[in-house]
Antibody
């Protein structure tokens, strides 16, 4: 059974950093790329980036490039997303998702989401 | 990147057919996925590669693509089909999500 279980809600002050974890079943992170998507309150889905299973290569969206780092730890079967220099615009639910290998790379399994609130 | 445009809302009567479109300049060259999201829940993949259904997704959900428009069709719509629907395409290593459509079953 495929499962992605994310860390709990976080409350941060502006300028701080947050690191969200995504623990996967069957060590998915060693075989599949993991994508991160966020959703601000009442808004749509926004792709943030992905990290490859094979070589750790990453690809980040332009609007978070320079502030985000995605990593994996196969020994912990987990993926991580760190976002720095937080502002209120970063308040959102953050999701990890498995990136399927077939053409189009559909996101077939998702974590339950982690709410990150940025407020002073 | 490019934009994927969806109608903001679609209303449908129970048992009728709901149709959601997704338009984008490059969509004809790309595969489209569709996601269903209920309030407070994670998105669920309902269609991938334009028209394929993941296991466990009812046959009522179907997808198609022609030119620069992809379409999600929900036949015999039920109240549990309410929620937000997002199209998505993979383009040169990046994911693009549509603007989202709220489906209401009246």
């Amino acid at each position: 059974q495929v499962q992605l279980v994310q860390s709990g809600a976080e409350m941060k002050k502006p300028g701080a950093s947050v690191k969200v974890s995504c623990k996967t079943s069957n060590n998915i992170v060693s075989r599949y790329a993991i994508t991160w998507v966020r959703q601000a309150p009442g808004q749509g889905l926004e792709w943030m980036g992905w990290i490859s299973a094979y070589n750790g290569n990453t690809r980040y969206a332009q609007n978070v490039q320079g502030r985000v780092t995605m990593t994996t730890d196969t020994s912990a079967s987990s993926a991580y997303m760190e976002l720095r220099s937080l502002t209120s615009d970063d308040t959102a639910v953050y999701y990890c998702a498995r990136q399927e290998l077939s053409p189009g790379h559909p996101l077939d399994y998702w974590g339950q989401g982690t709410l990150v609130t940025v407020a002073s | 990147s490019f934009d994927l445009t969806q109608p903001p809302s679609v209303s449908v009567s129970p048992g009728q057919t709901a149709t959601i479109t997704c338009s984008g300049d490059k969509l004809g060259d790309l595969y489209t996925s569709w996601f269903h999201q209920k309030p407070g829940q994670s998105p669920v993949l309902v269609i991938f590669q334009d028209k394929k259904r993941p296991s466990g997704i009812p046959e009522r959900f179907s997808g198609s693509s022609s030119g620069n428009t992809a379409t999600l069709t929900i036949s015999e719509t039920q109240s549990l089909d309410e929620g937000d629907y997002y199209c998505q395409a993979w383009d040169s290593g990046t994911y693009v999500f549509g603007t989202g459509t709220t489906v209401t079953v009246l």
